[in-house]
């Protein structure tokens, strides 16, 4: 399967604890977004890497929130101190960097925090 | 401020009857659109896209979409809904020439009556 790849696909973690996502874009992709859907909504728009830069932040991105991108190739999401408002499907996207192109979603993580 | 809007939250059809999901924007500039599918507890899959050039476009499993300027809108449609059609669609747009920073209605859940 050449498309975006997310793990866990559900987590479930106590109130407090540090959670860490991984996306595995498809391989040709040089930009990557994190999304993030809470029940009955779209998506949101989190965060965005070009390559190995994290070029934009959205203010949904609390301090708590960080993401990384070492090599340019897959991506993290590691919330801590995690809160029960963070209970969401957290998406990750990628694209090509030429105008005129889509972005391929991945299947998402579900957090649920108790 | 960009915004998408979907105003049905719901809608329920009979399998072989006609569909119209409505989509309207609020963007400044020339928007990019798109139309993305969300079966429970999975991704987005595009169905379609606009970016310039013919506003009738054709997308998969037999849906279109019309963009009006004038109208700011672009609303998805379907001659004949099928049972497997059951499921959240999005409508989404993005700046033009910019990266996939996409904006995302909250949604409308399609429901399919046999």
């Known amino acids: 399967d050449t498309g975006v790849s997310q793990n866990p696909r559900h987590k479930i973690t106590k109130r407090g604890q540090n959670v860490t996502f991984r996306c595995d874009p498809i391989?040709?992709?040089?930009?990557l977004y994190w999304y993030r859907q809470t029940l009955g909504q779209g998506p949101e728009f989190l965060t965005y890497?070009?390559?190995?830069?994290?070029?934009?932040k959205s203010r949904l991105l609390s301090d708590r929130f960080s993401a990384e991108r070492p090599k340019g190739s897959f991506s993290t999401l590691e919330i801590q101190r995690t809160e029960q408002g963070d209970s969401a499907m957290y998406l990750c996207?990628?694209?090509?960097?030429?105008?005129?192109?889509?972005?391929?979603f991945g299947q998402g993580t579900r957090l649920t925090v108790v | 401020a960009q915004s998408v809007t979907q105003p049905d939250i719901h809608i329920t059809v009979s399998e072989g009857a006609s569909l119209e999901l409505r989509c309207n924007y609020s963007?400044?500039?020339?928007?990019?659109l798109f139309w993305y599918v969300q079966s429970p507890g999975q991704g987005l899959q595009l169905l379609l896209k606009?970016?310039?050039?013919?506003?009738l476009v054709q997308g998969i499993k037999g849906f279109e979409a019309e963009f009006k300027r004038s109208q700011s809108s672009f609303n998805l449609r379907k001659p004949s809904v099928h049972w497997s059609d059951a499921a959240e669609y999005f409508c989404?747009?993005?700046?033009?020439?910019?990266?996939?920073?996409?904006?995302f209605g909250a949604g409308t859940r399609l429901a399919v009556h046999p």
């Open positions: 890497f070009q390559n190995e830069a994290q070029l934009e």
């Open positions: 391989s040709e992709h040089n930009r």
């Open positions: 996207a990628s694209s090509l960097r030429e105008r005129n192109t889509e972005a391929f």
């Open positions: 989404a747009v993005t700046l033009s020439g910019g990266y996939n920073k996409l904006i």
């Open positions: 963007y400044g500039a020339t928007p990019y």
């Open positions: 606009y970016f310039s050039g013919d506003t």
